[in-house]
């Protein structure tokens, strides 16, 4: 069996490094990475190829930044080349971004059957781009594989269901394992920085909804400026935030107070967040590694499609993005100290539990 799996942002590089290691081990399976270059900076991508020893992609393009119908348009053009070129069984993608969507289309186009890793994920919100791209991707996969019985059943409200869905668990717990199983693996970056264990708290912020309103970004650096009186806040900033801090001087102001570093590595992001006492994120995987890690979190959206980490009490939501709401959210988590004992996102083998099912 040979499988094409389409990557291209931050988080699908550690994703795939699950899947990538479950077919080193199996017998007659291929994997042939195609590498988007929809994140290209070394911080963004070369770093994880290093951290995580994921091979070199066979097809790296350089398909990047520019709007979103530019973006997937030049993604697709060069998708639909490599799968003609390769014919594989498979077309695997992962998760919501413009390069699964673009992976998903050209691959159902040319009728290669496509696999959707983290399929079924809702945020209800169809102003988020990833909304858009995770709910075309499932509506075109063959396999989709669930990583919780929440995304299970909103397959299933969506008339998606019986032998194409499978409840593998979910990839990321699959790598957080690789630090967790092994904290050996730690690096020095907090010694460094000089953060004491459980003395501070760590944020990003990336999305498109946070980052393009003036006045929630400013809420949340607000917020955690105010954090910064009570303990340090490490900020490992993403390119798309520090190009529209640039031009706010209100916002450049309030990021003052924080320590604000560039994206880190797999490892050294996994080591900052299980010394921390506290996560501030927009981000998906983070809310997830912050519960593997046993570190609350507050999450600066409106919603989260990882719904059961708010229902086990391990993140909250702010009741709005203002700064006064938000502080109120972060001082509940750091009263709370985290939330209930229970594991929804699977045993820590769900690239396995993909290859068994693509197999088969
Ligand atoms: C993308 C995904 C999002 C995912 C996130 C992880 C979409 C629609 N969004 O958002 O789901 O959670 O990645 O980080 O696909 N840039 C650089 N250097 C880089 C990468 C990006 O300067 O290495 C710039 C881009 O040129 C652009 C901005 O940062 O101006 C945003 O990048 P983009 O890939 O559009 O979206 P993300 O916000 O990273």
Request: hydrophobic share 45%; aromatic share 6%.
């Amino acid at each position: 069996m040979k499988i094409l799996t389409v990557i291209g942002a931050r988080p699908q590089f550690i994703k795939a490094i699950a899947l990538s290691h479950a077919v080193a081990r199996a017998n007659g399976v291929q994997e042939v990475l195609l590498h988007t270059g929809q994140h290209y900076d070394d911080n963004m991508s070369a770093v994880f190829f290093r951290d995580l020893r994921l091979a070199e992609p066979k097809y790296r393009f350089d398909l990047g930044g520019g709007r979103h119908g530019d973006m997937t348009g030049r993604q697709l053009i060069a998708i639909e080349e490599a799968l003609i070129a390769e014919k594989p069984d498979v077309c695997l993608v992962y998760g919501d971004t413009n390069s699964t969507l673009a992976g998903s289309l050209a691959a159902a186009k040319l009728h290669v059957p496509v696999a959707h890793v983290e399929a079924g994920l809702r945020s209800f919100n169809r102003r988020m781009p990833e909304e858009i791209n995770r709910v075309v991707s499932d509506h075109l996969a063959t396999w989709l594989f669930a990583p919780t019985e929440t995304a299970v059943h909103n397959l299933a409200s969506e008339g998606i269901g019986g032998d194409k869905v499978h409840m593998v668990g979910d990839v990321m717990y699959d790598v957080s394992r690789l630090i967790i199983d092994n904290p050996g693996r730690r690096t020095d970056i907090a010694k460094g920085l000089g953060l004491s264990d459980k003395g501070y708290a760590v944020a990003t912020i990336h999305r498109q909804e946070n980052t393009d309103d003036p006045d929630r970004l400013l809420a949340i650096l607000e917020a955690l400026a105010e954090l910064s009186a009570q303990m340090n806040v490490v900020l490992p900033l993403h390119p798309r935030t520090r190009k529209t801090i640039a031009g706010d001087s209100e916002a450049g102001k309030a990021l003052e107070r924080l320590m604000t570093i560039d994206p880190v590595g797999f490892f050294d992001m996994a080591t900052l967040l299980a010394g921390a006492k506290l996560a501030v994120t927009d981000s998906g995987g983070l809310q997830k590694e912050a519960f593997f890690h046993g570190v609350p979190c507050v999450t600066v959206r409106d919603e989260t499609e990882w719904v059961e980490l708010v229902e086990h009490g391990w993140n909250r939501l702010p009741a709005s993005i203002t700064s006064g709401a938000i502080s109120e959210a972060i001082d509940a988590a750091l009263a709370s100290g985290g939330g209930k004992q229970a594991m929804p996102y699977g045993d820590g083998h769900a690239a396995e539990a993909i290859l068994k099912v693509l197999s088969a």
